[in-house]
Structures are given as structure tokens and as C-alpha cells.
């Protein structure tokens, strides 16, 4: 699944936190609520491209340090 850039971007405003990997460009998102999403963010064509969700995401972020994701 693909996200415009719009969209992406006002993802990440609304986000508890983001993490950010430029070397591979990564995005590791969290919001309230909903959930975790891992996105790989293309600049040409500018695009986001979901690579893994829900836990699977959650796993991700577990493993990456963030300390506060819910199980």
C-alpha cells in the first residue's frame, strides 16, 4: 500500500513518536490509539510505502529501542 506525500506527512504531525532511519529511509510510526506502521518513504516519485504493520511494526520498533510500545 502506497500513501500520496500529503497524506504521509500529516501522519507523522498526528504521531505519538517517529522514527526516522535516512540511511535507508525508514519511517517507524506510532499513533494513539490506532497503532504502528513502518514505512519506507521514496523521493522519487515521492511516495510511502507501507512495509509492515500492527505488531509486526510493533516487533520492529521493540527491536529498534523504542521502550514505550504496547504490547
Do not use: H
Not at 19 to 38: H, K, M, N, S
Not at 52 to 63: L, P, V
Amino acid at each position: 500500500m502506497n500513501l500520496e506525500p500529503k497524506e504521509f506527512w500529516r501522519m507523522l504531525e498526528n504521531a505519538t513518536w517517529v522514527v526516522w532511519d535516512e540511511t535507508f529511509r525508514y519511517c517507524l510510526v506510532g499513533l494513539p490509539g490506532e497503532g504502528y506502521w513502518l514505512y519506507r518513504y521514496e523521493r522519487n516519485p515521492q511516495r510511502a510505502s507501507l512495509l509492515a504493520d500492527g505488531e509486526e511494526a510493533a516487533r520492529i520498533a521493540r527491536a529498534m529501542g523504542v521502550e514505550d510500545v504496547a504490547a
